[in-house]
């Protein structure tokens, strides 16, 4: 075989990958975005999905706030046993207390918040803000996000097991995207 040849079966099967690469990225991505259901668990609910200053609300970039609000409050209100009002507006206090002052500079790659911290801080003012114990504020909060987690993994495995029966992808991709989820690398898992 000519160098030639060689030269353009290699670039073709480089875009070949990169393209295959980027789609298991969208279909991971798409995997991992919860849809509000009536019958949906509670959420990711973090520090960032009750709106604290890194809530990207679907950016580019982001993973948006996961849940609806109201959904959020209705699940944390029933939790800590406190009128849903309350908690809205706790949370609604909590987000504009902690918005940033300046937007990020053009271009510049921020930093990422530290999660403990954020956590911390929103229990703590929810916890002072409802009048309830902050260590039952936390629990509440953790247990929220994982039931999230575990949701946003249900959902994840359903599409790559379909995209694995239509013969879209292998189990081995279907595996590593997965793989790539958890470890945080591509979508919003791993967190």
């Not at 030639?4 to 073709?12: E, F, Q, W």
């Not at 295959?20 to 609910?45: D, E, F, K, R």
Request: proline residues 5%; aromatic residues 0%; charged residues 25%.
């Amino acid at each position: 075989m000519s160098k030639t040849k060689r030269i353009t079966l290699g670039v073709a099967a480089g875009a070949l990958a990169l393209g295959a690469g980027l789609g298991a990225t969208g279909i991971a991505t798409a995997a991992t975005t919860p849809s509000p259901s009536a019958t949906s668990s509670p959420g990711t609910t973090s520090s960032t999905d009750a709106g604290t200053p890194s809530d990207r609300g679907g950016k580019p970039g982001g993973h948006g706030p996961g849940r609806d609000r109201g959904q959020i409050a209705a699940e944390l209100a029933t939790k800590l046993g406190v009128d849903e009002a309350k908690v809205t507006e706790a949370l609604k206090a909590f987000r504009e207390a902690n918005k940033p002052t300046t937007p990020p500079a053009q271009g510049a790659e921020g930093t990422k918040p530290d999660r403990t911290a954020q956590d911390a801080a929103l229990a703590k003012s929810l916890a002072e803000s409802l009048g309830v114990d902050e260590a039952k504020v936390t629990t509440a909060l953790e247990e929220i996000r994982a039931a999230g987690q575990a949701e946003r993994s249900a959902a994840l495995k359903t599409k790559l097991d379909k995209a694995v029966t239509d013969g879209k992808l292998t189990q081995a991709e279907a595996d590593a995207v997965t793989k790539a989820v958890e470890a945080g690398v591509i979508g919003g898992g791993g967190r």
